[in-house]
Protein backbone atom coordinates (compact mmCIF):
# COMPACT_ATOMS: atom_id res chain seq x y z
CA UNK A 1 0.00 0.00 0.00
CA UNK A 2 1.22 3.12 -1.04
CA UNK A 3 1.46 5.96 1.66
CA UNK A 4 0.66 9.61 0.36
CA UNK A 5 0.52 12.46 3.12
CA UNK A 6 -0.65 15.87 1.08
CA UNK A 7 0.40 19.69 2.41
CA UNK A 8 0.42 23.33 1.49
CA UNK A 9 -3.30 23.60 1.16
CA UNK A 10 -4.98 26.77 3.04
CA UNK A 11 -6.42 29.89 2.20
CA UNK A 12 -5.30 31.70 -1.00
CA UNK A 13 -6.46 34.96 -2.11
CA UNK A 14 -7.98 35.35 -5.75
CA UNK A 15 -4.81 35.84 -8.59
CA UNK A 16 -2.27 34.05 -5.91
CA UNK A 17 -0.28 31.47 -5.95
CA UNK A 18 -0.28 28.19 -4.53
CA UNK A 19 2.28 25.11 -3.57
CA UNK A 20 1.00 21.91 -2.87
CA UNK A 21 3.58 18.94 -1.98
CA UNK A 22 3.02 15.03 -1.71
CA UNK A 23 4.99 12.88 -0.10
CA UNK A 24 4.39 8.83 -1.45
CA UNK A 25 6.33 6.31 0.29
CA UNK A 26 6.30 2.55 -0.74
CA UNK A 27 5.63 2.38 -3.93
CA UNK A 28 6.24 -0.88 -5.14
CA UNK A 29 5.71 -0.76 -8.78
CA UNK A 30 8.39 1.18 -11.28
CA UNK A 31 6.04 2.38 -13.23
CA UNK A 32 3.44 4.88 -12.58
CA UNK A 33 1.20 7.51 -13.35
CA UNK A 34 0.84 10.17 -9.91
CA UNK A 35 -1.14 13.15 -9.92
CA UNK A 36 -3.55 15.75 -8.50
CA UNK A 37 -7.26 15.53 -8.24
CA UNK A 38 -9.36 17.88 -7.14
CA UNK A 39 -12.89 17.96 -6.03
CA UNK A 40 -16.01 20.33 -5.06
CA UNK A 41 -18.41 19.11 -2.84
CA UNK A 42 -21.90 17.41 -5.12
CA UNK A 43 -19.29 17.66 -8.20
CA UNK A 44 -16.78 14.62 -9.95
CA UNK A 45 -13.93 14.79 -8.86
CA UNK A 46 -11.98 16.15 -11.70
CA UNK A 47 -8.15 15.17 -12.75
CA UNK A 48 -5.86 18.46 -12.53
CA UNK A 49 -2.04 17.16 -13.37
CA UNK A 50 -0.53 13.83 -13.32
CA UNK A 51 3.05 12.82 -13.66
CA UNK A 52 4.80 9.33 -14.96
CA UNK A 53 8.19 7.86 -13.84
CA UNK A 54 9.69 9.53 -16.66
CA UNK A 55 8.41 12.74 -15.67
CA UNK A 56 6.45 13.55 -18.38
CA UNK A 57 3.23 15.22 -17.52
CA UNK A 58 -0.15 15.85 -18.27
CA UNK A 59 -2.79 18.89 -17.41
CA UNK A 60 -6.04 19.62 -17.63
CA UNK A 61 -7.67 22.31 -19.56
CA UNK A 62 -9.13 24.19 -16.64
CA UNK A 63 -5.64 24.89 -15.49
CA UNK A 64 -3.15 24.29 -18.65
CA UNK A 65 -0.88 26.90 -18.72
CA UNK A 66 -1.01 28.18 -15.22
CA UNK A 67 0.01 25.11 -13.40
CA UNK A 68 3.30 23.00 -13.12
CA UNK A 69 3.59 19.49 -11.10
CA UNK A 70 7.31 18.17 -10.76
CA UNK A 71 8.62 15.39 -9.30
CA UNK A 72 11.94 14.63 -6.82
CA UNK A 73 12.82 11.21 -5.84
CA UNK A 74 14.66 10.68 -2.76
CA UNK A 75 16.61 7.69 -2.83
CA UNK A 76 17.71 5.00 0.27
CA UNK A 77 16.87 2.47 2.82
CA UNK A 78 13.04 4.00 1.95
CA UNK A 79 12.53 6.04 -1.32
CA UNK A 80 10.40 8.80 -1.11
CA UNK A 81 9.09 10.55 -3.95
CA UNK A 82 7.57 14.08 -3.73
CA UNK A 83 5.35 15.23 -5.96
CA UNK A 84 4.45 19.10 -6.41
CA UNK A 85 1.88 21.06 -7.88
CA UNK A 86 2.52 24.52 -8.17
CA UNK A 87 -0.34 26.73 -9.85
CA UNK A 88 -0.81 30.60 -10.30
CA UNK A 89 -3.99 33.08 -11.12
CA UNK A 90 -6.02 31.18 -8.73
CA UNK A 91 -9.46 31.61 -9.18
CA UNK A 92 -12.71 31.17 -6.93
CA UNK A 93 -13.17 28.01 -9.28
CA UNK A 94 -10.03 26.31 -7.93
CA UNK A 95 -11.44 26.29 -4.15
CA UNK A 96 -11.90 22.56 -4.24
CA UNK A 97 -10.75 19.68 -1.88
CA UNK A 98 -7.26 18.13 -3.61
CA UNK A 99 -6.35 14.76 -3.37
CA UNK A 100 -2.84 13.48 -4.63
CA UNK A 101 -3.26 9.52 -5.90
CA UNK A 102 -1.60 7.18 -7.89
CA UNK A 103 -1.88 4.17 -9.69
CA UNK A 104 0.60 1.47 -12.16
CA UNK A 105 1.04 3.04 -15.27
CA UNK A 106 0.50 -0.16 -17.27
CA UNK A 107 1.37 -0.35 -21.35
CA UNK A 108 0.49 2.81 -22.15
CA UNK A 109 3.46 5.57 -21.36
CA UNK A 110 1.22 8.55 -21.40
CA UNK A 111 -0.99 9.27 -18.13
CA UNK A 112 -3.81 11.62 -19.16
CA UNK A 113 -4.92 14.21 -16.81
CA UNK A 114 -8.12 11.96 -15.22
CA UNK A 115 -8.81 11.31 -12.01
CA UNK A 116 -8.51 7.46 -12.38
CA UNK A 117 -6.29 6.14 -9.97
CA UNK A 118 -6.01 3.05 -7.61
CA UNK A 119 -4.52 4.53 -4.33
CA UNK A 120 -5.53 7.90 -2.48
CA UNK A 121 -3.79 10.63 0.08
CA UNK A 122 -6.16 11.87 2.72
CA UNK A 123 -6.62 15.37 0.92
CA UNK A 124 -5.83 18.99 1.12
CA UNK A 125 -8.66 21.94 1.39
CA UNK A 126 -7.70 25.01 -0.94
CA UNK A 127 -10.20 27.99 -0.35
CA UNK A 128 -9.65 30.94 -2.49
CA UNK A 129 -11.37 33.76 -1.41
CA UNK A 130 -10.51 37.71 -0.39
Known amino acids: QVHLVESGGGSVQPGGPLRLSCAASAITFRHYCIGWVRQVPGKAREGVAVINEASRTAYADSVAGRARIFQDVEYGQSTINTVYLEMRSLTVEDTAMYFC???????????????????WGQGTQVTVSS
Open 101 to 119: AIRPRGLTYHCPATADFDQ
